[in-house]
């Protein structure tokens, strides 16, 4: 389930340029993925509310995963539950290298590809289509330009404006972690004229260069502003019938093996209503989804 809802099937679709995440290694890419499976297992055999889609107080992390978010105490390979720190980064899917991977290009990323998963895998919303005849907006890994300055402009354009005012503000905070998951301050390029960087990663010296610092702060749609991922997430917490909804959906979408319809939607809202006084708790949540007519008329 988790390679069709959340694309996990795409963890290979790229591979990370060496130069620039010479963290990326055979072993981090095997734990990544087992991570994310995991911990949908630890919120279903929990019964944990559905906000811990989005912001949990604990992961489900072996030694490599620790070492690559810094998290001391944790050694060997078994993914194991591990309690996070008080205001850690981590914790829910989208902190996790997996899904901030297949989020991503093998060099840079990017605030719309991000929003758009955002939208259609955490919040169930099918994005508009761009407009014919509109160029796509490309980051520049040579730190020449700032993407979000790029953003900028385009949403200057009318026909642009409507869609990235949605979806914008759904990757920007996600900056805050490379193509890899890591946790950055600044962005990574090969610009001779970018600050040099002496640190050594596995026995090798790095290749790449510290650019432009990253802004991942950003206001939703409501007017509702975040200053970072932290504040992004508890944003999203908050929302959590959205998130029950859309987890419900990508379920059935799943287990029926169709796209829900118009005619979905009442049972849907039963399923969203019936569950909302337990906080949609995922166990709650999976024993309705089986129980509902969509599901037993597949």
Not at 45 to 52: F, I, K, L, R, T
Not at 56 to 76: K, L, P, Q
Not at 146 to 165: G, M, P, Y
Not at 248 to 270: H, N, V
């Amino acid at each position: 389930f988790t390679e069709a809802w959340l694309n996990l099937r795409d963890m290979d679709f790229t591979i990370p340029d060496r130069s620039l995440y010479p963290e990326y290694e055979p072993y981090l890419r095997f734990s990544m993925p087992l991570e994310t499976e995991a911990f949908l297992r630890e919120l279903i055999d929990g019964n944990h509310p559905v906000a811990n889609i989005v912001k949990s107080d604990f992961a489900m992390i072996n030694d490599r995963m620790a070492e690559h978010y810094g998290i001391a105490g944790v050694t060997g390979s078994q993914i194991r539950k591990v309690k996070l720190p008080e205001n850690s980064w981590r914790g829910g899917f989208l902190s996790q290298g997996s899904v901030m991977k297949v989020s991503a290009n093998g060099s840079a990323t990017s605030p719309v590809v991000r929003g758009v998963y955002v939208m259609e895998r955490i919040l169930g919303i099918t994005p508009t289509p761009p407009p014919p005849n509109i160029p796509g907006v490309e980051p520049d890994i040579r730190g020449a330009s700032s993407l979000r300055e790029l953003l900028d402009k385009h949403r200057n354009v009318a026909s642009c404006a409507s869609c990235h005012d949605h979806i914008d503000p759904l990757g920007f905070a996600l900056e805050s972690f490379d193509v890899t998951g890591m946790r950055r301050d600044r962005f990574r390029n090969r610009s001779p004229e970018s600050e040099k960087v002496n640190a050594v990663v596995r026995g090798r010296k790095v290749q790449y260069r510290l650019g432009s610092t990253v802004d991942s702060s950003g206001k939703f749609l409501d007017g509702t502003r975040y200053q970072d991922f932290r504040a992004y997430r508890d944003y999203l917490a908050k929302h959590d019938d959205r998130l029950a909804r859309a987890f419900a959906g990508k379920l059935l979408t799943f287990a029926t093996g169709r796209e829900l319809g118009f005619s979905d939607r009442a049972e849907l809202d039963r399923i969203v209503a019936d569950t909302a006084q337990n906080k949609h708790r995922l166990r709650d949540l999976l024993h309705r989804i089986i129980k509902s007519e969509i599901f037993l008329n597949k």
